[in-house]
């Protein structure tokens, strides 16, 4: 019971991600410009640099990821490369 306690909620963060991506310049620079390769974006709308999900920098979302990633008691504390590769 405890673990199911401090697991991520992965929904709310993606729901917390697609709310603060309209908002977002980055997403806004990578969407008015010319296609890059590495940008993309997939039908549920999340923006993706070289297929990995880009997290906004708001509401402390990044911050949220790391400290889940990186603190979560199942996580264990592994090489910064490691950590990168979780996240």
Wanted: contains cysteine; aromatic residues 6%.
């Amino acid at each position: 019971m405890l673990c199911t306690a401090v697991l991520m909620d992965v929904e709310q963060l993606h729901k917390d991600i697609l709310s603060a991506l309209p908002n977002d310049p980055i997403r806004f620079t990578h969407m008015s410009n010319p296609p890059d390769n590495r940008w993309t974006v997939d039908d549920s709308g999340f923006l993706h640099c070289d297929n990995h999900i880009y997290i906004p920098e708001s509401n402390d979302l990044r911050l949220h990821v790391l400290w889940n990633t990186h603190e979560h008691p199942l996580s264990g504390h592994f090489s910064q490369n490691h950590t990168l590769e979780l996240i």
